[in-house]
């Protein structure tokens, strides 16, 4: 069964530092994998989505990387404010037609002003 | 442009009680899911209904029924609460399955059991 870990469980950053979240997972064979941001009390916004073909994948100063060979993804942020504050949590498909996905416990962020 | 919408957001029951979550979408989604979160886990699928119509176990049903009635609802219902159901469910919707689409989710739904 694939398993989804994140390291580490809580991190806490200044103001503008730029800072890189981390994501792996047992099995290589997947379709794709999401980067998701939670709010507290809140439900899971999708942030970014990889296809298992590409490399990378960016929007504003989030900036997503894939190495399906090592089970890796990272998740940048650049030049962090207080409103990234929140947990981000990856999950991975392991086929186009599965209607299930494996969610890590994710990285609770705190960006301090 | 509500989304998804769940309903209640906060509910206490008494160990072998029962209750219903309802959850909506307003996005023509074809697929719809019941995930719940427990501290220290990542969230695992209930079920889910691919389509209007269908049903299907995911990782953890046991305990748990699921309506679609219609292509915008889907609930869950617990028909005898027991402690290890204390958590947050979430329900979620996608145009077609997981795998290739962006889920949209619901703020959640924390349940505890007595």
């Known amino acids: 069964k694939q398993e989804v870990t994140q390291i580490p469980a809580a991190l806490s950053v200044p103001e503008g530092e730029n800072l890189v979240l981390n994501c792996s997972f047992t099995?290589?064979?997947?379709?794709?994998l999401q980067w998701f941001r939670q709010d507290p009390g809140k439900g899971l916004t999708s942030l970014l989505l990889i296809q298992s073909s590409q490399r990378e994948q960016t929007s504003g100063r989030l900036n997503a990387s894939l190495d399906k060979s090592s089970g890796r993804s990272t998740l940048y942020i650049a030049a962090s404010q207080p409103g990234d504050s929140a947990t981000y949590l990856c999950a991975v498909s392991q086929a186009s037609g599965a209607n299930n996905l494996f969610f890590g416990t994710g990285t609770r962020l705190t960006v301090i002003p | 442009n509500a989304g998804v919408t769940q309903t209640p957001k906060f509910q206490v029951l008494k160990t072998g009680q029962s209750m219903t979550l309802q959850c909506a979408q307003d996005m023509n989604h074809n697929s719809m899911y019941w995930y719940r979160q427990d501290p220290g886990m990542g969230l695992r699928l209930i079920y889910y209904?691919?389509?209007?119509?269908?049903?299907d176990k995911g990782e953890v049903p046991n305990g748990y029924n699921v309506s679609r009635l219609n292509k915008r609802e889907f609930s869950l219902r617990l028909e005898s609460a027991a402690p290890s159901q204390t958590s947050v469910y979430f329900c979620?919707?996608?145009?077609f399955g997981a795998g290739a689409n962006v889920l949209t989710f619901g703020a959640g739904s924390r349940l505890t059991v007595l």
């Open positions: 099995d290589s064979a997947i379709y794709n």
């Open positions: 209904s691919a389509s209007e119509g269908t049903t």
């Open positions: 979620a919707s996608s145009e």
